[in-house]
């Protein structure tokens, strides 16, 4: 279980992240949304511990996280970050197996190798194993860093997984295919953790929602707890209609036309 | 894939062999590569017959052997801590000419040269070697600290603030050195020359004595650094999060690293482009998986020295060439091509 309790982070003068508060258990999938510069990245940075929050605390299965050696939240804990230059033409799978790093001294074991091949296929990837990982596409770079992530904690019980928009840059297929794996990780006891930016997709595969705006946690539910016109309106300023899909029964947004003026500029 | 880095290992190994046999023979007196065999068995206790001339024993012994082996171990410390350099930097093209580490090592060799000239006259010979070797090592480490510095924002070093840096602090540490060249005499500015320069001619027992554990140190370490060094290519904050001390690992690098180019430069020189040519090879050859490219850099280094100190003894003997005109002449063609070819993948 995660708790952050009153977290807040200052930068400056100013506060990106506001007090705030919210847990997560195992076999949940929480998703972040919130318009640009409302402090989903630095929240989610304070997680992976990239940034220490300036109050507050973050507690990770009844243990401050701060007290973890690097370690050892290496075992409990992967994060895919949102930018991944890679300057050195490692070949894909090598790529992969750093997600081993933590396991193994010197070489990797049988088991090591046999994960990262099993989450290569999960992920599509198996087919660039030999590939200079330099020559791929931006999708195809982000799904073998989206496989390095999830070698990691493979086979660590309630693990934390959390994701900087995983799915910008990728295509259609592969988004859905992404948050389907991230979901049904969820469903096998980790905690799952992402931000996003279409509401869609986040009402498609959240079991929970936290809203954020101007750093403050705006709203925290369900998708049909918060998913709704007004709220919409007020953490992203647009309009939009909200309908519930017959399918799933679960949300969804269509936003409305905006108009432009451009005459007043001339 | 493994057993074809094995190979590359032994390859490297006996080729080495091979190019310090026959660098023993070449020079003014010829010795045959069999009489070079001969006398080093006999050194080493396996051999007591005498069918070798006792001059041949004597060049080889006080000139020769003393100069190959200090090839060897300058190459051995300029091609792995180069590619160390370029593990931590995350960037195949910083070497540590280029980003002003040698220049650093070079004008601190220079001033404690003109400095225990005028302060400590008598200085004996190993300990003004260990001095000169710390000397270049400091001005080795102050650099690269400087601009590993000034490169990094937000945890993440920027490579074009980088070279930008490097040539700054080159620049800086050149008129420095210009400044004390002014100054200097004669015997100080031969021997200041003779560093900007690089050369293996003041090769003796005594320096090789004392570089020897600024080599082996960071050649036997480092190795074993490939994993972290590897990871450390997915960016700084992702290497942490693989649960690495990135702090810690980082200022082990920077200190093993400037060590070995430290030492290399205070007997040898700025001795270009060895840092960048060699592991770029070696990445050619096996991959980039730092785990090989560290110790085949430091055994390809030692290769490719001996080859160069090789040419230019005997290029236009008797006249001896800098082995830095030699390394750099071959370096740069070599440095352009990696920036034209590579030159839409860079991330600067």
Redesign the interface.
Known sequence: MLIADHISYETGKRMLVKDVSFSIRPGEMLVILGANGAGKSTLLRML???RTPSKGSLTLHDKEVSHYS??????K???L?Q?????????AQ??VM??R??HYQ?NPSAKDREICEEVMKLTGTTHLAERSY?SLSGGEQQRVQLS?ILV?IWDIPNALLLMDEPVSGLDLQYQQQTLAIAKALSKRGFMVISILHDINLAAQYADRILMLKNGRKWYDGTASEVLNTKNIYEVFEIDSDVFTNPKTLKPFFIPKNTTVNLSSLS | MVIQKVSLYVLLTIALFLAAAFSLGLGAVKIPVIDVMIILAKKIGFFSGSSVSIQHEGVLNIVRLPRVVLGILVGAALGISGAAIQGIFRNPLAEPGLIGISAGASLMAVIVIVLEMALFVGLSNLLGYYLLAFGAFAGAGIAAMVVYQISRTDGKSNVATMLLAGIAINSLAGALTGLITYMADDQQLRNITFWMLGSLAGATWETVLAITPFVLLPVLILPHMGKALNAFALGETQANQLGLRINRIKRNVVILSTMAVGAAVAVSGIIGFVGLLVPHTIRLLVGVDNKYVLPASALMGALMLTLADMLCRTIIAPIELPIGVITALLGTPLFLYILIKDKKKLTL
């Open positions: 992976s511990g990239e690097s370690p050892e939240l290496a075992l804990r992967a994060v970050n930018q991944n230059i890679v300057n050195m033409a490692f070949m090598e790529i750093m997600g790093y933590p010197n330099l390095r990691q």
